[in-house]
């Protein structure tokens, strides 16, 4: 099955721009998912598609793809932005439909 | 609202079986598939496997191939996932999440749009 892969940790000052990235095969099908998950908490879709946000997700949230990576960008990250993010693709390899999740990104707001 | 309401946390021995449920409301359960996906404590999400709640046609992750069994009772608007042979590495959180799906430019796209608060399993001797 597939693969993918994000960065452990990152982490951004307040206001400013950080990038997520997430690398896999099956991102050259599929567009990824990105997820927010707070401790003692579901997850939350953040971004869906090609650059889509549920209602009541900040537009500070974008997404993007390019090849085999997505990448989810918050600008003008703000402190209750801290938590891991993972992304989810259909995997792309196999007959039967699998779905993977990355690694998870923990994001830190200084 | 929408939501998906979970059964109580479970504590289990090894080798037993435990039975999560997940009921939907707040819209047609019948038309959206449903996944399972679990958290082993500090770790990241793992798919389990999907149930389209319309047919019961299921598919797992390979992992959980022959230990895992997803069904769902649409007279109660329901999805269940029932794992067996417990181990002590199978402790986590159990979600249950609606997934819906769109295409752009022929490119299709799936996502998890409404999740379960989650159920804690415990398996320990």
């Known amino acids: 099955s597939s693969e993918l892969t994000q960065d452990p940790a990152v982490s951004v000052a307040l206001g400013q721009t950080v990038r997520i990235t997430c690398q896999g095969d099956?991102?050259?099908?599929?567009?990824a998912s990105w997820y927010q998950q707070k401790p003692g908490q579901a997850p939350v879709l953040v971004i869906y598609?090609?650059?889509n946000r549920p209602s009541g997700i900040p537009d500070r949230f974008s997404g993007s793809s390019s090849g085999n990576t997505a990448s989810l960008t918050i600008t003008g990250a703000q402190a209750e932005d801290e938590a891991d993010y993972y992304c989810n693709s259909r995997d792309s390899s196999g007959n039967h439909p699998n779905y993977v999740f990355g690694t998870g990104t923990k994001v830190t707001v200084l | 609202q929408v939501q998906l309401v979970q059964s109580g946390a479970e504590v289990k021995k090894p080798g037993a079986s435990v039975k999560v449920s997940c009921k939907a409301s707040?819209?047609?359960?019948?038309?959206?598939?449903m996944h399972w996906v679990r958290q082993a404590p500090g770790q990241g999400l793992e798919w389990m496997g999907r149930i389209n709640p319309n047919s019961g046609g299921t598919n797992y992750a390979q992992k959980f191939q022959g230990r895992v069994t997803m069904t769902r009772d649409t007279s109660i608007s329901t999805a269940y996932m029932e794992l067996s042979r417990l181990r002590s590495d199978d402790t986590a959180v159990y979600y249950c999440?609606?997934?819906?799906?769109?295409?752009?430019?022929?490119?299709?796209?799936?996502?998890?749009?409404?999740w379960g608060k989650g159920t804690t399993v415990t398996v320990s001797s």
């Open positions: 999440a609606r997934w819906n799906y769109g295409d752009y430019d022929g490119i299709y796209y799936y996502y998890m749009d409404v």
């Open positions: 099956s991102l050259r099908s599929y567009y």
């Open positions: 598609g090609k650059n």
């Open positions: 707040g819209y047609t359960f019948t038309g959206y598939y």
